[in-house]
């Protein structure tokens, strides 16, 4: 099987995915060839428009093929209310562990001076922006329980405060150091419940 | 984030891949769009080619994009020995483990005539032809030594009795009941090196 071939091109590629080695490219690329030809021409198509197509939302900074996201874009969504966290990926977490019907705001990281990641990156002014202009009462930090993320939290408190609008975190049920994309729905639920004020 | 969200349909189409839930997928989506969008994008040619492209070949059965597989189309090898295994996958490991350098003919599986599986869905027609045609002296079995697998080896040293052929099978190392594809390289070498005649 010379190396040329597009099996082997196949497996190859499939190594893109995480915590994909050989033997599990290998594997995949057989798994659909033989018994999922449909799901992996369906999954090449959405993935070659999605790797393109998808971009940041210009108002909360969380991925979307539009310019403003479905949350932003829907106006039922409770203006007064602003959750904030690091990922998108934790936007569809609390959509899916939560009743929560505010706005989002996405960082895209934690506060990492040796990083390079200072208020710039996380997009700190754009937030500032939304602080100013917007009828924001509450700011509700969905941040990781690490060293960085109490210092982005701090941050953001800080900036709030400029404002008078209240700042509360989830709480109960996070571990410490723990990341909130690995939590289990049940404990996110719990967590954003028991959301208090940052003191 | 509305259920059509491009976003959604990369989640939901990355769960084709074996072993993908709701989880996996929604991890594996975050990580391409934010740290390797490229590796997505070529992954999804790749892939939307080789669903379409990719067919067994016409001598073998493995799979290829061409009427005959590089291993078929290749001179060099080694036209008296022949190698039966069950599935491609196997190929491509024996390949890759072994320095054997003779053809190969892919059964797609093992005998099951409650599942609807027999001599013809195994390709045995098309295997006699090659046994009857070509100048084969040595046939070897690489086929997991579970009770089916050992009810094909048995019809295939029948027809290979036929036309006065020796029939060798792997023995070393492989574990009873065990899967070829999971064995690792060097268990898979000396099996292969450790191959017998069958009775
Ligand atoms: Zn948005
Ligand atoms: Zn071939």
Redesign the interface.
């Given at each position: 099987?010379?190396e040329r071939?597009?099996?082997n091109?196949?497996?190859d590629?499939?190594r893109?995915?995480?915590g994909v080695g050989p033997k599990s490219a290998?594997?995949?690329?057989?798994?659909?060839?033989?018994r999922?030809?449909d799901?992996?021409?369906?999954?090449?198509?959405?993935?070659?428009?999605?790797?393109?197509?998808?971009r940041r939302c210009t108002r909360c900074r969380t991925?979307?093929?539009h310019d403003l996201?479905?949350?932003c874009a829907n106006p039922q969504r409770d203006a007064a209310l602003l959750c904030i966290v690091e990922?998108?990926?934790e936007?569809?977490?609390l959509?899916q562990a939560t009743d929560y019907r505010g706005q989002y705001f996405v960082l895209g990281g934690r506060l990492s001076p040796l990083d390079g990641i200072g208020p710039d990156e996380l997009g700190l002014n754009m937030l500032e922006t939304r602080l100013r202009d917007e009828a924001i009462t509450e700011i509700i930090l969905a941040i990781s329980p690490t060293v960085e993320g109490r210092a982005t939290a701090q941050l953001i408190t800080e900036r709030a405060a400029r404002y008078g609008i209240r700042v509360t975190r989830i709480a109960q049920g996070v571990p410490l150091g723990g990341e909130l994309?690995y939590l289990d729905s049940g404990t996110l639920a719990l967590a954003f419940a028991g959301r208090r004020d940052v003191v």
């Open positions: 099987m010379g071939s597009l099996l091109q196949l497996i590629a499939l893109c995915l995480p290998r594997r995949i690329a057989f798994y659909l060839l033989e999922d030809r799901g992996g021409a369906q999954l090449a198509r959405v993935m070659a428009e999605a790797m393109v197509a998808i991925l979307t093929e996201c479905a949350l990922q998108p990926s936007v569809v977490a959509e994309e």
